[in-house]
């Protein structure tokens, strides 16, 4: 059974940073790019940021490129997202996915397994 569960969401003052965890189990992470999507109340869930198997390739949206990090630690089955410099547009629930593919994609129907989420609140 494959899990997803993301934390470190939390409240931040804008201009503050927080620090995502995904830890991953059931699955063999090296065979998944891992992702983080965004879902901002009455809007659709979007894409963040990837990174391939290896974790030697990543891609952002052009809405974080330069202020958040994603990274991963295939040994701990672990997935993370630096956040820094965070605006009140940050403010979402930010999911974990993975997708069983080769390249980095950035669709979210692309995606096989999903987190539960966890909430992320910038505050001016």
């Known amino acids: 059974q494959v899990q997803l569960q993301e934390s470190g969401g939390g409240l931040v003052q804008a201009g503050g940073s927080l620090l995502l965890s995904c830890a991953a189990s059931?699955?063999?992470?090296?065979?998944?790019?891992m992702a983080w999507f965004r879902q901002a109340p009455g809007k659709e869930r979007e894409f963040v940021a990837a990174?391939?198997?290896?974790?030697?390739?990543?891609v952002y949206a052009d809405s974080v490129k330069g202020r958040f990090t994603i990274s991963r630690d295939n040994a701990r089955s672990m997935t993370y997202l630096q956040m820094s410099t965070l605006t009140p547009e940050d403010t979402a629930v930010y999911y974990c996915?993975?997708?069983?593919?080769?390249?980095?994609?950035?669709?979210?129907?692309?995606?096989?397994?999903w987190g539960q989420g966890t909430q992320v609140t910038v505050s001016l």
């Open positions: 059931g699955l063999s992470s090296n065979r998944y790019v």
């Open positions: 990174a391939s198997r290896a974790g030697d390739s990543t």
């Open positions: 996915a993975a997708d069983e593919a080769i390249v980095v994609r950035r669709g979210r129907l692309d995606y096989d397994y």
